[in-house]
T-cell receptor, first 112, second 114 residues
């Protein structure tokens, strides 16, 4: 019940296209859902995060869509660029319990 | 300001040896986390420190793993009698408080157990 399932495992998108990564969870106590971006040899860095009181959050080219009833959330990268090529992790946590539960990651390659 | 730093960046050891991994959190951050990232997998929570509270050790995989933190500064993760399955990247993160704050990650220590 603590798992966060992420798909796809890998994704190839052409420059300018839309990248979509999906995550699903079971534990309804989760109330914080961040996305992290990780480049090779680096630690993950927070990209964008959402709480369940909103259905969508947008920051620049990055949008999180959240479906509380379906227990799913997704990351959309608009106008994908080669510099977006990285591994993306979704995560979830519960207030008062600080550990993040991570998905297994999606390796995104944006072709020029 | 400086981010989270970890040392060593790489560590190769022989099976059965003990290793110590160090994390220097961002100054002023009261919360510190250790995660493990196996090749091609997501991050697994290991342990969490918050100020002077008892640490949350619920993610430590065995009693060979332990961690300490000195006040609100440096933390050390120790793995005793290393096994080949301990090979992974060990990531440290810190955050300003125990709320739902952003966790800032260090670059990790890549551990290879031969």
């Amino acid at each position: 019940q603590q798992q966060v399932k992420q798909s796809p495992q890998s994704l190839i998108v052409q420059k300018g296209g839309i990248s979509i990564i999906n995550c699903a969870y079971e534990n309804t106590a989760f109330d914080y859902f961040p996305w992290y971006q990780q480049f090779p040899g680096k630690g993950p860095a927070l990209l964008i995060a959402i709480r369940p009181d909103v259905s969508e959050k947008k920051e620049g080219r990055f949008t999180i869509s959240f479906n509380k009833s379906a227990k799913q959330f997704s990351l959309h990268i608009m106008d994908s660029q080669p510099g977006d090529s990285a591994t993306y992790f979704c995560a979830a946590s519960i207030s008062g319990f600080q550990k993040l539960v991570f998905g297994t990651g999606t390796r995104l390659l944006v072709s020029p | 300001g400086a981010g989270v730093s970890q040392s060593p960046s790489n560590k190769v050891t022989e099976k059965g040896k003990d290793v110590e991994l160090r994390c220097d959190p961002i100054s002023g951050h009261t919360a510190l986390y250790w995660y493990r990232q196996r090749l091609g997998q997501g991050l697994e929570f290991l342990i969490y420190f918050q100020g002077n509270s008892a640490p949350d050790k619920s993610g430590l995989p065995s009693d060979r793993f332990s961690a300490e933190r000195t006040g609100e500064s440096v933390s050390t993760l120790t793995i005793q009698r290393t096994q080949q399955e301990d090979s992974a990247v060990y990531l440290c993160a810190s955050s300003p408080s125990s709320g739902r704050e952003t966790q800032y990650f260090g670059p990790g220590t890549r551990l290879l157990v031969l």
